[in-house]
């Protein structure tokens, strides 16, 4: 399964952008997709998966701000991110596992990243 994002940028604080990840090869199998962040000098940290079923999970970081969702048919994978704070800038990871996340974030399959970043 190879994942590829889009939709990363420039944007002020207060303001939105759109991820994309769209999945290739052997995605039948995946059960289970989500997004991780990564800014300078921190750790990559799991903020939003989304399961077959449509259950979806959020860090706290994040939530009610972003929302995952999935186009099965398109095999893409969306983070709607809204009221984006300096703090969110990132660089952000979709990544796919074929096992259900179950409260946990998928680490089986990666993307290479697509760059956030927030200005005050």
């Known amino acids: 399964v190879q994942l590829v994002e889009s939709g990363g940028g420039s944007v002020q604080a207060g303001g939105s952008l759109r991820l994309s990840c769209a999945a290739f090869?052997?995605?039948?199998?995946?059960?289970?997709m989500g997004w991780f962040r990564q800014a300078a000098g921190k750790e990559r940290e799991g903020i939003a998966a989304?399961?077959?079923?449509?259950?979806?999970s959020y860090a706290d970081s994040v939530k009610g701000r972003f929302t995952v969702s999935n186009d099965n048919a398109k095999n893409t994978l969306y983070l709607q991110m809204d009221s984006l704070e300096p703090e969110d800038t990132a660089m952000y990871y979709c990544?796919?596992?074929?096992?259900?996340?179950?409260?946990?974030?998928?680490?089986?399959?990666w993307g290479q990243g697509t760059q956030v970043t927030v200005s005050s």
């Open positions: 990544a796919a596992e074929d096992l259900y996340c179950s409260g946990t974030y998928p680490r089986e399959y």
């Open positions: 090869g052997f995605t039948y199998s995946v059960n289970c």
């Open positions: 989304i399961e077959n079923d449509g259950s979806t």
